[in-house]
């Protein structure tokens, strides 16, 4: 549903941006209403502040000014070097986080990347994905091969082909794998001890988070072949 209505809101968004943009001669739009802004180009660069929500589609998206509000963007290359003051919603296929973020992220490509910190909970689905940046909430990751390489203060929730455990990776909560049937994924003790690690069945990980993030994380492999 969350994917749906935001996927709902970047197709307005375009059309309504290119639509007050008709005699620009370049090839983006911009639109400003209520303190959000709404922008759609080939390739952009959002280097003007936003006050409020900041929503943008295009090739490629860079942006590098600060935002008062959410981002929410989507594009093949999207790459966020600016921290908003809200939530932010990425979807692409190289997708990459080098800001400090002071609240939550839900990232969703086939190449990820989160270099930056993170505030809030993150949720991440891709095909490849690695996280450096220190995570002050929770996690939910989906994925087909991870590195993480951060600490993570909150749980962590994970669903992945190949994990690579960086020497600074460390979970304070609990932390949940999700494996196939008949197989085992290790956790050293330095990330977690044995008591706080459990391993459930790939085949519950539709049921535990719901069909729409399960679908999510094939979503995820589909947009990389």
Do not use: C, K
């Not at 209403?33 to 860079?62: K, Q, S, V």
Request: aromatic share 4%; glycine share 12%.
């Amino acid at each position: 549903m969350r994917r749906a209505a935001l996927a709902g809101i970047l197709a307005v968004m375009t059309l309504a941006a290119q639509a007050a943009a008709q005699d620009r001669e370049d090839d983006t739009a911009v639109l400003g209403f209520g303190g959000d802004r709404y922008a759609a180009g080939e390739d952009l660069r959002l280097d003007e502040a936003t006050a409020g929500d900041l929503f943008a589609a295009g090739e490629e998206l860079e942006l590098t000014a600060a935002t008062g509000g959410a981002v929410h963007l989507a594009g093949r290359i999207v790459e966020i070097e600016a921290a908003p003051g809200g939530t932010v919603y990425a979807a692409g296929y190289e997708v990459t986080v080098t800001a400090d973020l002071p609240g939550a992220a839900t990232l969703f490509g086939a190449e990820v990347q989160v270099e930056g910190a993170v505030g809030g909970n993150l949720r991440l689905f891709a095909q490849d994905a690695e996280i450096t940046g220190t995570l002050s909430g929770s996690a939910l990751i989906a994925a087909r091969e991870l590195t993480i390489d951060a600490p993570v203060a909150g749980d962590l929730m994970l669903a992945a082909d190949e994990i690579d455990w960086g020497e600074g990776a460390s979970v304070a909560g609990q932390v949940i794998l999700y494996v196939e049937e008949g197989e085992s994924v290790e956790v050293p003790d330095r990330v977690a001890p044995a008591e706080r690690v459990e391993q459930r069945e790939m085949e519950e990980f539709r049921g535990d988070v719901g069909p729409s993030v399960a679908d999510l994380r094939r979503g995820a492999v589909r947009t990389a072949l």
